[in-house]
């Protein structure tokens, strides 16, 4: 599993702070459950987010990879830290 797999998916997906989403409001659980409960659909394009990738014991990308895509949006784990506030998804 990815380091970034404990970060919240708002973090991951780089959303705005202000921005609504069921995701926030229930952040211990995968946000792709959360949308699968509102359009069943939704799973076909949850299986190809980073999110959904970064959390699976057996991910199609390796840590380094997913460490790229993350770097790509900005995101670098070392500043999470020690911050168990964006770590509690």
């Known amino acids: 599993m990815s380091p970034f797999s404990k970060l919240p998916c708002w973090v991951i997906m780089n959303c705005a702070e202000d921005k609504q989403c069921p995701a926030k409001q229930y952040p211990k659980e995968d946000c792709w459950e959360i949308f699968s409960e509102i359009d069943n659909s939704s799973f076909n394009i949850c299986q190809d987010c980073i999110v959904f990738?970064?959390?699976?014991?057996?991910?199609?990308?390796?840590?380094k990879e997913i460490e790229?895509?993350?770097?790509?949006k900005g995101i670098v784990i070392s500043a999470f830290a020690g911050r168990s506030d964006n770590l509690d998804n």
């Open 53 to 63: 990738i970064s959390r699976q014991e057996e991910a199609v990308l390796s840590s």
């Open 68 to 72: 790229r895509v993350m770097l790509k």
